[in-house]
Every structure is written in structure tokens, then in C-alpha cells.
């Protein structure tokens, strides 16, 4: 686990605490995707430690367009920005939309494939992940040629490697043994 994980956790927790209390979630989720975008740019991480910039300049930086600066989401910017935590603002937006997907009991599956899936093959795949993770499951879906055919599923923590690519390399490690 990374530092930085480490450290933007209890932001990600409080962030997430507020939103719910204001029923706000999506709203929320909307502002830090936009937040950690803005911290990911280099011209802006120069800027966050830039003794040039007033703490509010700082923190309009990151305030979308039309958020209030008296709102509850520009008092949780100024928090880091008092704790000079700003630059945490994408590991915080990642360990929200965990958080909230947590919640939610929803689960963002990737799964890459050598071929495109038809709607009908998706439709099971979602119905057969939704029933193993007891959770409503959104598919991403990767066209990757290189696994040359099947499919690859990532889940959280759980990947299920179903490619053909994955197959001939098993097959070549019970080969050589």
C-alpha cells in the first residue's frame, strides 16, 4: 500500500461522509473527477506548491466551473489546502468512487477481449459477474488483439483469465515442468 493511499483515505472517507449527508453522491463524484484531473496536469502541480498563489487562488483552481466558494465541497478543498494535501486529490477521488461504489453495490468490471462481444454475450456476462459478486455490475469492454482470442476479466481484485494467450502460457508451464 502506498503512502499516498494512505494518507488520502480518511479524506476519501470524510469526502464521502458529506456527500451522503447531502445526497450528493454522483454530484460529488462529478466534482473530484474534475478535481484530480486538474491535480494531474504538470502545470498545475507546479502551481500547488507555488508561493505565488493565495490559498484561494489555490483552491479555485480546483472548484468547477459555477461551485459556489462558500460551498461544501470548496470547505473540503480548503481542508487540503490547509493540510497541503491538494496534491492527493486523485487517490482521494479514487478511494471515493471505491467508497461509493461500496455502497452502492455496484462493481466497474474491465474485461478485455480479442474480438468484440455481441450485445447478447454481454448481457450473460453481466448476469453471470452480477450473480458470482452479488453486486450490480457495469461492463468496461477493451478490444486488446493481442490475447488472439477469449477474454480477460478484471474485477477489483479478482481476475479471470479466459484468453487464449493465458491458456498457451499455462500450457507452456505444465510443459516445462
Do not use: H
Not at 39 to 51: E, H
Amino acid at each position: 500500500m502506498s503512502n499516498t493511499t494512505t494518507l488520502a483515505r480518511p479524506y476519501a472517507r470524510a469526502a464521502f461522509e458529506l456527500a451522503k449527508s447531502e445526497q450528493a453522491a454522483a454530484a460529488w463524484s462529478a466534482k473530484l473527477a474534475f478535481a484530480a484531473q486538474v491535480a494531474s496536469d504538470s502545470a498545475a502541480q507546479g502551481l500547488i506548491s507555488s508561493p505565488k498563489l493565495g490559498a484561494a487562488d489555490r483552491i479555485g483552481l480546483f472548484l468547477p466551473q459555477g461551485e459556489a466558494t462558500d460551498s461544501t465541497f470548496a470547505r473540503f478543498l480548503a481542508l487540503l489546502e490547509v493540510n497541503q494535501r491538494l496534491s492527493l486529490l486523485p487517490q482521494i477521488a479514487e478511494l471515493y468512487a471505491q467508497l461509493r461504489a461500496e455502497d452502492e453495490r455496484t462493481l466497474r468490471v474491465r474485461t478485455r477481449t480479442a474480438l468484440p462481444i455481441d450485445p447478447v454475450q454481454q448481457q450473460e456476462l453481466i448476469g453471470a459477474l452480477a450473480k458470482r459478486f452479488g453486486r450490480v455490475v457495469t461492463l468496461d469492454i477493451v478490444l486488446d488483439p493481442e490475447l488472439i482470442g477469449g477474454a480477460i476479466v478484471e474485477a477489483g481484485d479478482v481476475v479471470i483469465d479466459g484468453s487464449l494467450r493465458g491458456k498457451l502460457a499455462r500450457l507452456r508451464t505444465e510443459l516445462a515442468q
